[in-house]
């Protein structure tokens, strides 16, 4: 799944004097108030940490409490989802106007009608509502299904991402797999057809401006040889 990075960061923790004799203790409770929260100096949702003290030694820092700035080297796990990310999530609620997932297990998303694929049709079987594939009847959207998807946008302050199941690779994780093929042809028509027709635009749009300028070209000429005339007679 994309989406998922690691960093490495230098960090200074401020720490009360009274947690002198528990520095590695203090440490990770102090780190640990990172975890799932999106950070703008790490660009993304800290998800782990393995902490390294750099030095045994720690600044203390003037004022009414003199705290002590203890340096520390940490590798992060990040959550950053950019758009046209791929991401996988546990289905955890179908209406027929939308999917709603979880990433994870703490970031939301959902995924409305207008962006989930003609292929695809609500239907309510056995008391459960359900999205099944009209070309592939195994291909199959319900709660409890792990799909994948495109990120459209996230929204970084309540961790919530707005998906996408346009394109042809996106839908039932399982079935994607398993018919790794067939997809594949699908995507690469799709793509061959989009390239033809945004060529096929293209050369009408270069008719159409070279109508446009044909006029133009024609005045122009039509100028000069009166022009020349004048200076004929002249």
Known sequence: MEGLKESEANLVV?????????????????????????????????LA?????????????????????????????????????LLEGEVVKISRQSIHA????????????????????????HGKEVFVSRHHKKHKI???T??????????EEILHISGSLVA???GCARWLDANL????????????????DEKEQKTADDKMMANREMPSLKKDDRIKKLKKKRKEHT
């Open 102 to 125: 979880v990433i994870l297990g703490f970031s939301s998303a959902v995924i409305a009608d207008e962006d989930i694929r003609d292929e695809f049709k609500y239907k309510v079987k």
């Open 168 to 170: 042809v690779h996106t």
């Open 49 to 85: 940490y393995d902490p390294n003290v750099r030095s045994n030694l720690a600044k203390i820092l003037p004022g009414i409490h003199p705290y002590l700035g203890v340096r520390l080297k940490a590798k992060l796990l990040l959550f950053s989802p950019k758009p046209n990310m």
């Open 142 to 144: 319900k709660a409890g």
């Open 14 to 46: 401020y720490l009360h004097p009274s947690m002198a004799k528990c520095v590695n203790d203090a440490i990770l409770r102090e780190l640990s108030s990172l975890l799932f929260t999106y950070s703008e100096t790490f660009d993304g949702v800290v």
């Open 181 to 196: 093929e067939e997809w594949s042809q699908a995507d690469s028509t799709t793509r061959k057809r989009k390239d033809r």
């Open 146 to 155: 792990i799909i994948r998807f495109l990120v459209k946008s996230f929204d």
